[in-house]
């Protein structure tokens, strides 16, 4: 067995696996992997997901229907399915995240994303855990084990394959364990099986859990159909997994499923580039920023995605990027803007100078061009927000040579056609400018949580704006899976402390947690305005009586932005990869501005000082709290321009002063001695 891999800047791997197994002489090779310790989380934990909410119904299916009817019909080789056809993350179809009925049956306990794979072979993996084809469990016990998610091909037609050719039947495949899912236990498989000429199922190979599988390795797979019991109209081939039945554990990820014959032990190649992953956030790290801190330095960042080539020779690609912009004003949207080609440059080398990628490659691509921000046709300063639509196309060549107009030199039609290998050539990704912060893209693959009582979680954000800005409240992904009904949760807004959270701005005590369904955010907002600037932090106390899960979009990593409090001291996070699903809210559209920071606290004295102070008379409103968010009784005097504050009964600490005249509000520190 030859394994090939290739590390990349973030030292994630590509493998690949050979094995051939026999048949005719009822004997076959068990392909035997390792399985790595699960990350022991001692602060956070990540869970697994249910892509189903508790109040929300399973997306319907009918054994019953036409299509169910149609689909039966033996289809003739060649058999290919990377999953990139396949519609991820559209809450309104009911068919997204599902296999293609036109290739499989039995098909709806696999749950296709474009998250819980890494380094696929292309865009979007078929995942198998413990979920149904509702998705919920397949048992209550939590320890029971079993076989699990089932994917079955579509009848195949092998008896259209001459005497000749059928020693040259191979079905190749990549997988991979555990991924961003929770890893097999040692005991657990995925087997893949073969119907014979009786309507038996024949266990064709058996991918077991040993110490030497690496989680972030797609392992490519060769297995010949060999026997002539197999060559028959109704041929069918099926992976399954075995594990634990109680949820989605013991996490397997399949892609690229091919089925051909004039195929050799070493034909592990196919005349294919691919794009393997979505594009990167676009606003300094970002998916989402107010729209109107964007206009205040207009910055735009440069996307990335990642190509891989699967076939065995060097290839040179390029790409093109298409924008479509629609702003809104008053809830109204403008038409459609579009631009065909970012930069109006025509296309770009993927390595912005050659654009040459060798066999089994895979290569970090930057878009050259990017949205203009000074372009009022795309970005109106009039505008509340702005959706952004980002296309890319990469040109490969695959199947079709747009130059000579005929099949591409590396396609061989005899052996190849129908199949169409520019399906994983395209990319879109969307993007808002609204009034929210957001790593995240709106969809979880997975939760985060904290492991014991009154620990504590936050997720850092800074601002794109040097100047303050009125943070009313957060949007929070908190998945129904779980939750029980009297679970209440203290939230805290944290200023920064040298790039760890600091003074607790603001609590939110005791927030009752609500069953909002499937990617619905819960809208909190503060029953008060403050101001923000600068770095800042949300964040949540573990509660007693149940565990409280965020989601974690592991699309997007930010995991870096999120830090832990377990003994009174604030650390950041080094296990999480994704990001929490948290969005901070600015109301009003107007950055606050006027006296500066440092203006303002010379009006303030003194500062320190034992419970009195004075500041300026032109504050008509002032509010007091400690760290934990609570008011502080105080005293006002008129004393000419100033005024004299007394503060009630008041331990030595710090204290946030709010002031705020008729268009302004400024906040600063007091301590008392």
């Known amino acids: 067995m030859t394994k090939f891999a290739k590390t990349n800047t973030n030292k994630r791997r590509f493998g690949a696996e050979f094995v051939e197994l026999k048949f005719g002489r009822c004997y076959g090779l068990v392909l035997v992997f390792v399985v790595l310790a699960t990350s022991a989380f001692s602060q956070l934990r990540v869970y697994p997901l249910p892509k189903k909410s508790d109040n929300v119904a399973s997306k319907p299916k009918s054994k019953n229907s036409t299509s169910r009817t149609k689909e039966l019909t033996p289809r003739s080789l060649p058999f290919w399915d990377d999953f990139s056809w396949t519609q991820v993350d559209l809450l309104t179809d009911t068919l997204s995240n599902y296999p293609l009925d036109s290739l499989w049956v039995n098909n709806y306990s696999v749950w296709i994303n474009n998250g819980l794979g890494l380094n696929p072979p292309s865009i979007n993996v078929a995942t198998f855990n413990g979920l149904d084809s509702t998705q919920n469990p397949y048992d209550d016990q939590i320890l029971a084990n079993g076989f699990r998610d089932t994917l079955t091909s579509q009848p195949i037609k092998m008896d259209e394959v001459a005497d000749g050719d059928r020693n040259s039947v191979y079905l190749s495949f990549f997988y991979q364990w555990a991924g961003n899912g929770e890893p097999p236990d040692e005991n657990d498989y995925l087997q893949v099986d073969f119907k014979n000429d009786q309507g038996i199922w024949e266990t064709a190979a058996t991918i077991q859990t040993l110490p030497t599988l690496e989680d972030n390795v797609f392992y490519d797979t060769l297995i010949k159909v060999d026997g002539e019991r197999f060559f028959h109209q109704n041929f069918q081939f099926r992976f399954k997994n075995y594990g634990r039945l109680s949820g989605p554990y013991d996490t397997w990820h399949l892609d690229y499923v091919y089925l051909n014959k004039n195929r050799s032990p070493t034909d592990r190649y196919l005349p294919d580039r691919t794009i393997i992953s979505t594009l990167t956030n676009l606003f300094s790290g970002y998916r989402s920023i107010p729209y109107h801190h964007f206009l205040v330095n207009k910055i735009v960042s440069q996307p990335s995605f990642d190509v891989f080539n699967i076939q065995n020779d060097t290839s040179t690609l390029s790409y093109s990027t298409q924008g479509t912009f629609i702003n809104y004003k008053d809830g109204m949207a403008s038409i459609p803007y579009i631009v065909d080609t970012l930069g109006g440059a025509g296309t770009s080398p993927i390595d912005g100078a050659t654009g040459i990628i060798y066999q089994r490659e895979r290569k970090t691509v930057t878009l050259e061009h990017v949205p203009d921000p000074n372009d009022a046709s795309q970005f109106n300063v009039d505008a509340d927000s702005v959706a952004v639509s980002l296309k890319v196309q990469l040109f490969t060549g695959d199947t079709f040579n747009p130059k000579t107009g005929q099949f591409a030199n590396d396609y061989d039609p005899a052996k190849l056609q129908p199949l169409d290998f520019r399906s994983n050539d395209t990319l879109r990704a969307n993007y808002l400018l609204g009034k929210y912060y957001a790593y995240d893209d709106g969809f979880a693959e997975y939760t985060v949580g904290l492991t014991a009582f009154g620990n504590r979680a936050a997720c850092q954000f800074e601002m794109l704006t040097t100047e303050p800005d009125t943070?009313?409240?957060?949007?929070?992904?908190?998945?129904?899976?779980?939750?029980?009904?009297?679970?209440?949760?203290?939230?805290?807004?944290?200023?920064?402390?040298?790039?760890?959270?600091g003074t607790a701005v603001y609590t939110l005590p005791s927030y009752t947690i609500r069953k909002m369904g499937l990617n619905k955010f819960a809208k909190i907002r503060f029953g008060e305005q403050f101001l923000i600037e600068g770095k800042f932090y949300i964040g949540w106390k573990a509660p007693v009586g149940g565990t409280f899960k965020v989601g974690l979009d592991t699309n997007n990593d930010s995991g870096t932005k999120l830090f832990v409090n377990t003994n009174g001291t604030w650390e950041q996070s080094t296990d999480i990869f994704g990001s929490v699903m948290i969005?901070?809210?600015?109301?009003?559209?107007?950055?606050?501005?006027?006296?500066?920071?440092?203006?303002?606290?010379?009006?303030?004295?003194?500062?320190?000082?034992?419970?009195?102070?004075?500041?300026?008379?032109?504050?008509?409103?002032?509010?007091?709290?400690?760290?934990?968010?609570?008011?502080?009784?105080?005293?006002?005097?008129?004393?000419?321009?100033?005024?004299?504050?007394?503060?009630?009964?008041?331990?030595?600490?710090?204290?946030?002063?709010?002031?705020?005249?008729?268009?302004?509000?400024?906040?600063?520190?007091?301590v008392v001695k």
């Open 471 to 501: 943070l009313v409240g957060f949007d929070i992904y908190y998945p129904d899976y779980g939750v029980p009904g009297n679970l209440t949760i203290d939230f805290t807004v944290y200023d920064d402390l040298n790039g760890l959270p």
């Open 583 to 670: 969005r901070p809210v600015f109301g009003g559209g107007d950055i606050v501005t006027g006296i500066p920071n440092e203006n303002l606290q010379s009006q303030i004295f003194p500062n320190p000082n034992e419970g009195e102070f004075f500041v300026p008379a032109s504050f008509q409103v002032i509010d007091i709290v400690s760290v934990t968010g609570q008011r502080i009784s105080f005293s006002t005097h008129d004393q000419g321009e100033m005024q004299r504050i007394h503060l009630g009964p008041a331990s030595p600490g710090l204290y946030i002063l709010r002031l705020q005249t008729s268009t302004k509000v400024f906040s600063s520190k007091i």
